[in-house]
């Protein structure tokens, strides 16, 4: 079985320097339009630039043959539990494209960019909507420079109201592992709290640890188990009882549009990651964005600048008690300008219906996959399912090898080993965006894969066998690090 | 027409699609799957407005985009961070395809070959441009990867304090204090003359080359400076202006930082970008983010992965070098198949072309009587203009005839005003603007 048809080709191993030959060029530059001018001295310039010499169509054809080397959203089904792979409207990108959009200067006057920031202000409008917050910051590039932001906000509104010592973040143990980081760039220690047998935070176990040096608590609704939290209400109550606040990470918000505000249940600052819910493309990492919605005690805090209408036009402001500036200019305008066309084109309604359809196929895959897998815990899931390969890891095949498998039968692998408290785990998540076919096609390669767990474990824990390159040596990646292409290797 | 009102182009499933799934979970209807949820807080109303049809979307979008006409036509002196420079068609058209556009992160290394192959060459190319041994996969922007350099710093000579060069982007030196002061580290600032006698235990000294007004700086004697005082050179420079001057890593640079903006990215009203990060390879366990090797797989053939991962958030948690992990991967890529087509002569012509028409408009501006440079120095392709009025006034008279001028710097220098010239300036462009100017000096 072939999954991406470049693959009969083998790769091209020569790097862009090997391919170079002096004196080719990609692309010619009008001349010098103005009298030369005295160049500096010479101990200023530089007298070699090692760049690759390329014509235009070795690199088009460099990078188009690289390109058939990937899975994407475009052309497989990208399963990955907690990112959110659903499908990238092509219109969000042609709008963003626009050279009234994508050619705007960062510093053009405000007068002359009020179409971009009238955008901003209505897209903090929609979020803090769907946030049940009171304001919203758009300046945050990425979910975890939310989670800094947020956890920024949290230490800035303690120190004001004279506790200091209020520096431990509470983080359950299933949670992604840029909370942790978050909470440590943020300055605070970081506790770590369990769950329960039912997938639940342990209620006894939070009691006992707030005390007075607690900050906050940094949840993620759903959880990464895709499960509700069912006393979420009790748990904001317990934190705030103690003085912190609560975090929410919004990287799993794709379960909640118009089912549950987080400002509602209780939540104090959150961020929502672009780049997962709202459908901006991932592009192999990058960019995100990842905006903190806050509640009006914490809007004051939010990472500027923010938008404004001050009734005459809209304007740049910073907050009043603002934690500062987090990029150099106002955040990812581009993937801005991307999610506000998502939540146009569906509406209210429409958003809705995305959680509706995303958890329903969550579930769905669980019931039919139930049987063949362990389930950690046997309950209805949001908009991702959590499985244990710990029977298949019984009869020799680890939940990495039936991930690798995957890929020859053309799905892009589960998320693996997270969340950490679940052994073996394949986290799937399939969005509201793949049909009932490409579920029921997935099913029935799971449900394979398991049979061949059972009757012929090698052709699993040797897979990939189909791909354009087998498994790699990471090990080698690590102990001997070649980064970079160097002369005369 | 009849429709259903939450048709989405964007989702398969049919009513009967649903019912179907419904049945096989056991449950009745959708909303029975939302009963962990506390009934009080279910289904809260939206005052997101109705769906809109493709055509409609691009129409209000297009509208949208009308209103910023002013900024978008016209010649542009405005840099100061972001940089109005040529795209070649190549780069948009790799950075469409879906392969690119729409994967994940290549965590996954057996199908994201392109991806990971795409990033060796990213960090092959920033360590050619500054002279640099090692780079990761990118951050962010220019003003974050600054300042995960200076917390760099801090982890690699176990001190905390930070230094920065007073001419640093005011924008980056926020941002660089709001990273810092997380840390419990404050920057404090150093002039050209001062920074001869770094305060103690200082982790390093932040220098932007070319500065914020435009001009190289001693970086020879900066970092004597840095290394006298057993602190680190940190330098944010420009991809740019690597095309011509001499890179800051031949000068023993710790650790050299840009935006990687003017390397084939729009400017989309300030992002997204990509900061570029490199280092001397002594400190690659310390650095942030992700990074791409060369390694083979279990047929000895080459390919590459994600490695030295053990730095990072997912495995590290509290202890990682960074909370980063989503950064800017696919505008790497843009910047890559940049630096690509433009290659060794290209670039180098991008830097000559700026750094001639520059100074051909700074040396006809003040030649403008109350005009005037009050910066010495070699400067790359912006200068600092002294105005005989408020840059303010000038700038709204420019911006009426369709010329975008300069950044107003009057907070710092008198009626200062930061010109940009790019290759994108014709010397029509540049003579219209010195025309304006004289008229506007009288």
Same mark, same amino acid.
């Given at each position: 079985?072939?999954?991406?048809?470049?693959?009969?080709?083998?790769?091209?191993?020569?790097?862009?320097?090997?391919?170079?030959?002096?004196?080719?060029?990609?692309?010619?530059?009008?001349?010098?339009?103005?009298?030369? &001018?005295?160049?500096?001295?010479?101990?200023?310039?530089?007298?070699?630039?090692?760049?690759?010499?390329?014509?235009?169509?070795?690199?088009?054809?460099?990078?188009?043959?690289?390109?058939?080397?990937?899975?994407?959203?475009?052309?497989?089904?990208?399963?990955?539990?907690?990112?959110?792979?659903?499908?990238?409207?092509?219109?969000?990108?042609?709008?963003?494209?626009?050279?009234?959009?994508?050619?705007?200067?960062?510093?053009?006057?405000?007068?002359?960019?009020?179409?971009?920031?009238?955008?901003?202000?209505? *897209?903090? +409008?929609?979020?803090?909507?769907?946030?049940?917050?009171?304001?919203?910051?758009?300046?945050?590039?990425?979910?975890?420079?939310?989670?800094?932001?947020?956890?920024?906000?949290?230490?800035?509104?303690?120190?004001?109201?004279?506790?200091? &010592?209020?520096?431990?973040?509470?983080?359950?143990?299933?949670?992604?592992?840029?909370?942790?980081?978050?909470?440590?760039?943020?300055?605070?220690?970081? /506790?770590? %709290?369990?769950?329960? @047998?039912?997938?639940?935070?342990?209620?006894?176990? $939070?009691?006992?640890?707030?005390?007075?040096?607690?900050?906050?608590?940094?949840?993620?609704?759903?959880?990464?188990?895709?499960?509700?939290?069912?006393?979420?209400?009790?748990?904001?109550?317990?934190?705030?009882?103690?003085?912190?606040?609560?975090?929410?990470?919004?990287?799993? #918000?794709?379960?909640?549009?118009?089912?549950?505000?987080?400002?509602?249940?209780?939540?104090?600052?959150?961020?929502?990651?672009?780049?997962? /819910?709202?459908?901006?493309?991932?592009?192999?990492?990058?960019?995100?964005?990842?905006?903190?919605?806050?509640?009006?005690?914490?809007?004051?805090?939010?990472?500027?600048?923010?938008?404004?209408?001050?009734? &005459?036009?809209?304007?740049?402001?910073?907050?009043?008690?603002?934690?500062?500036?987090?990029?150099?200019?106002?955040?990812?305008?581009?993937?801005?300008?991307?999610?506000?066309?998502?939540?146009?084109?569906?509406?209210?309604?429409?958003?809705?219906?995305?959680?509706?359809?995303?958890?329903?196929?969550?579930?769905?895959?669980?019931?039919?996959?139930?049987?063949?897998?362990?389930?950690?815990?046997?309950?209805?899931?949001?908009?991702?399912?959590?499985?244990?390969?710990?029977?298949?890891?019984?009869?020799?095949?680890?939940?990495?090898?039936?991930?690798?498998? *995957?890929?020859?039968?053309?799905?892009?692998?589960?998320?693996?080993?997270?969340?950490?408290?679940?052994?073996?785990?394949?986290?799937?998540? =399939?969005?509201?965006?793949?049909?009932?076919?490409?579920?029921?096609?997935?099913?029935?390669?799971?449900?394979?894969?398991?049979?061949?767990?059972?009757?012929?474990?090698?052709?699993?824990?040797?897979?990939?066998?189909?791909?354009?390159?087998?498994?790699?040596?990471?090990?080698?990646?690590?102990?001997?690090?070649?980064?970079?292409?160097?002369?005369?290797? | 027409?009849?429709?259903?009102?939450?048709?989405?182009?964007?989702?398969?499933? /049919? =009513?009967?699609?649903?019912?179907?799934? $419904?049945?096989? %979970?056991?449950?009745?209807?959708?909303?029975?799957?939302?009963?962990?949820?506390?009934?009080? !807080?279910?289904?809260?109303?939206?005052?997101?407005?109705?769906?809109?049809?493709?055509?409609?979307?691009?129409?209000?979008?297009?509208?949208?985009?009308?209103?910023?006409?002013?900024?978008?036509?016209?010649?542009?002196?405005?840099?100061?961070?972001?940089?109005?420079?040529? %795209?070649?068609?190549?780069? &948009?058209?790799?950075?469409?395809?879906?392969?690119?556009?729409?994967?994940?992160?290549?965590?996954?290394?057996?199908?994201?070959?392109?991806?990971?192959?795409?990033?060796?060459?990213?960090?092959?190319?920033?360590?050619?441009?500054? +002279?640099?041994?090692?780079?990761?996969?990118?951050?962010?922007?220019?003003?974050?990867?600054?300042?995960?350099?200076?917390? #760099?710093?801090?982890?690699?000579?176990?001190?905390?304090?930070?230094?920065?060069?007073?001419?640093?982007?005011?924008?980056?030196?926020?941002?660089?204090?709001?990273?810092?002061?997380?840390?419990?580290?404050?920057?404090?600032?150093? @002039?050209?003359?001062?920074?001869?006698?770094?305060?103690?235990?200082?982790?390093?000294?932040?220098?932007?080359?070319?500065?914020?007004?435009?001009?190289?700086? +001693?970086?020879?004697?900066?970092?004597?400076?840095?290394?006298?005082?057993?602190?680190?050179?940190?330098?944010?420079?420009?991809?740019?202006?690597?095309?011509?001057?001499?890179?800051?890593?031949?000068?023993?640079?710790?650790?050299?930082?840009?935006?990687?903006?003017?390397?084939?990215?729009?400017?989309?009203?300030?992002?997204?970008?990509?900061?570029? !990060?490199?280092?001397?390879?002594?400190?690659?366990?310390?650095?942030?983010?992700?990074?791409?090797?060369? /390694?083979?797989?279990?047929?000895?053939?080459?390919?590459?992965?994600?490695?030295?991962?053990?730095?990072?958030?997912?495995?590290?948690?509290?202890?990682?070098?960074?909370?980063?992990?989503?950064?800017?991967?696919?505008?790497?890529?843009?910047?890559?198949?940049?630096?690509?087509?433009?290659?060794?002569?290209?670039?180098?012509?991008?830097?000559?072309?700026?750094?001639?028409?520059?100074?051909?408009?700074?040396?006809?501006?003040? +030649?403008?009587?109350?005009?005037?440079?009050?910066?010495?120095?070699? !400067?790359?392709?912006?200068?600092?203009?002294?105005?005989?009025?408020?840059?303010?006034?000038?700038?709204?008279?420019?911006?009426?005839?369709?010329?975008?001028?300069?950044?107003?710097?009057?907070?710092?220098?008198?009626?200062?005003?930061?010109?940009?010239?790019?290759? #994108?300036?014709?010397?029509?462009?540049?003579?219209?603007?010195?025309?304006?100017?004289?008229?506007?000096?009288?």
């Amino acid at each position: 079985m072939k999954s991406v048809d470049s693959m009969t080709d083998a790769p091209d191993q020569k790097l862009l320097m090997e391919h170079s030959v002096p004196g080719r060029r990609g692309v010619r530059l009008p001349p010098l339009d103005v009298p030369e &001018q005295p160049l500096p001295e010479s101990s200023l310039l530089r007298d070699n630039l090692p760049l690759p010499e390329l014509s235009q169509p070795e690199v088009v054809r460099y990078f188009t043959r690289l390109s058939q080397l990937n899975y994407s959203v475009d052309t497989h089904f990208y399963p990955l539990g907690s990112c959110t792979m659903k499908y990238n409207p092509k219109v969000n990108d042609q709008v963003a494209s626009l050279p009234g959009m994508a050619s705007i200067h960062p510093l053009a006057p405000e007068e002359s960019s009020q179409g971009a920031l009238k955008l901003m202000h209505r *897209l903090q +409008d929609y979020l803090s909507d769907i946030s049940g917050m009171a304001a919203t910051s758009l300046a945050t590039m990425a979910g975890a420079q939310g989670e800094l932001s947020g956890v920024l906000m949290i230490r800035a509104y303690h120190l004001e109201r004279g506790q200091p &010592q209020r520096r431990t973040m509470l983080i359950p143990d299933s949670a992604h592992g840029t909370n942790p980081a978050s909470a440590a760039m943020g300055g605070f220690q970081v /506790t770590s %709290i369990p769950s329960d @047998s039912h997938g639940n935070m342990d209620l006894t176990a $939070l009691k006992e640890v707030v005390n007075d040096d607690l900050a906050g608590i940094m949840l993620t609704v759903p959880s990464t188990l895709g499960l509700f939290e069912n006393d979420i209400v009790e748990i904001c109550d317990v934190v705030h009882r103690a003085g912190g606040l609560v975090y929410g990470d919004g990287a799993n #918000m794709n379960a909640l549009l118009g089912q549950a505000k987080l400002g509602e249940l209780g939540f104090d600052v959150m961020h929502i990651n672009l780049h997962k /819910t709202f459908s901006t493309p991932h592009g192999g990492g990058g960019p995100g964005s990842g905006p903190v919605c806050a509640g009006e005690w914490l809007a004051p805090y939010l990472p500027g600048p923010i938008v404004e209408d001050n009734g &005459q036009e809209y304007q740049l402001t910073m907050p009043a008690k603002s934690i500062g500036k987090v990029s150099a200019f106002h955040g990812n305008f581009g993937v801005l300008v991307r999610a506000y066309a998502y939540i146009r084109a569906l509406g209210g309604e429409g958003l809705r219906q995305v959680s509706e359809d995303a958890v329903l196929n969550a579930n769905y895959l669980m019931a039919k996959l139930k049987d063949a897998y362990d389930l950690s815990y046997d309950r209805l899931c949001m908009h991702e399912v959590v499985l244990s390969a710990s029977r298949q890891k019984k009869q020799g095949v680890r939940g990495l090898d039936i991930a690798k498998r *995957l890929l020859d039968y053309g799905f892009h692998a589960p998320t693996m080993y997270f969340p950490l408290i679940v052994d073996e785990a394949l986290m799937i998540e =399939p969005t509201e965006a793949e049909s009932k076919e490409t579920l029921d096609a997935f099913i029935e390669a799971m449900l394979s894969i398991a049979n061949e767990v059972a009757e012929d474990p090698d052709i699993v824990s040797h897979a990939p066998h189909t791909t354009p390159v087998s498994r790699l040596d990471e090990v080698r990646a690590a102990r001997q690090p070649d980064l970079r292409w160097q002369p005369g290797r | 027409m009849a429709e259903s009102p939450t048709f989405s182009p964007y989702t398969p499933n /049919t =009513p009967a699609d649903r019912e179907e799934m $419904l049945r096989a %979970i056991g449950v009745s209807s959708i909303q029975d799957l939302f009963g962990d949820i506390p009934q009080t !807080f279910r289904t809260p109303s939206l005052s997101i407005p109705p769906p809109l049809s493709e055509m409609e979307l691009q129409r209000e979008l297009e509208a949208l985009a009308a209103e910023n006409h002013r900024a978008v036509q016209g010649p542009c002196f405005l840099g100061a961070g972001a940089y109005r420079q040529f %795209i070649p068609a190549v780069v &948009q058209a790799i950075a469409s395809r879906g392969e690119f556009l729409t994967s994940y992160t290549p965590y996954q290394p057996e199908v994201s070959q392109g991806t990971l192959k795409a990033i060796y060459e990213f960090q092959t190319m920033t360590c050619q441009l500054f +002279d640099m041994e090692v780079a990761n996969a990118g951050m962010y922007d220019g003003a974050t990867s600054l300042a995960e350099g200076a917390l #760099m710093a801090c982890r690699v000579t176990r001190r905390y304090k930070v230094a920065y060069l007073d001419t640093l982007s005011p924008s980056y030196l926020q941002v660089l204090t709001t990273y810092t002061a997380a840390q419990d580290v404050q920057p404090y600032p150093v @002039s050209a003359d001062s920074a001869a006698t770094l305060e103690p235990d200082t982790a390093c000294l932040v220098v932007q080359h070319p500065n914020f007004f435009g001009y190289l700086e +001693d970086l020879a004697d900066l970092e004597q400076a840095a290394r006298r005082a057993g602190a680190l050179l940190v330098v944010s420079t420009d991809p740019i202006a690597a095309g011509m001057i001499r890179p800051p890593g031949s000068y023993g640079a710790d650790i050299v930082t840009a935006e990687g903006q003017p390397l084939g990215i729009p400017m989309s009203f300030g992002g997204p970008y990509v900061g570029l !990060f490199t280092c001397k390879s002594e400190y690659l366990r310390q650095l942030p983010g992700r990074i791409a090797g060369r /390694t083979v797989d279990s047929q000895g053939q080459p390919a590459y992965v994600l490695t030295l991962q053990t730095r990072e958030q997912h495995i590290r948690r509290e202890r990682a070098t960074s909370n980063i992990c989503t950064a800017e991967a696919l505008i790497g890529l843009m910047a890559t198949v940049y630096l690509a087509t433009l290659g060794k002569e290209g670039l180098r012509e991008v830097a000559e072309l700026c750094y001639h028409k520059a100074h051909y408009a700074a040396s006809i501006i003040q +030649d403008i009587p109350g005009y005037s440079l009050p910066l010495n120095g070699t !400067f790359f392709r912006e200068f600092v203009v002294q105005c005989p009025r408020p840059p303010a006034e000038i700038n709204a008279t420019l911006l009426k005839q369709g010329i975008l001028g300069g950044l107003d710097v009057s907070d710092m220098i008198p009626n200062g005003v930061l010109l940009c010239v790019t290759e #994108m300036n014709t010397r029509d462009d540049i003579d219209a603007l010195a025309a304006a100017l004289r008229e506007l000096g009288r």
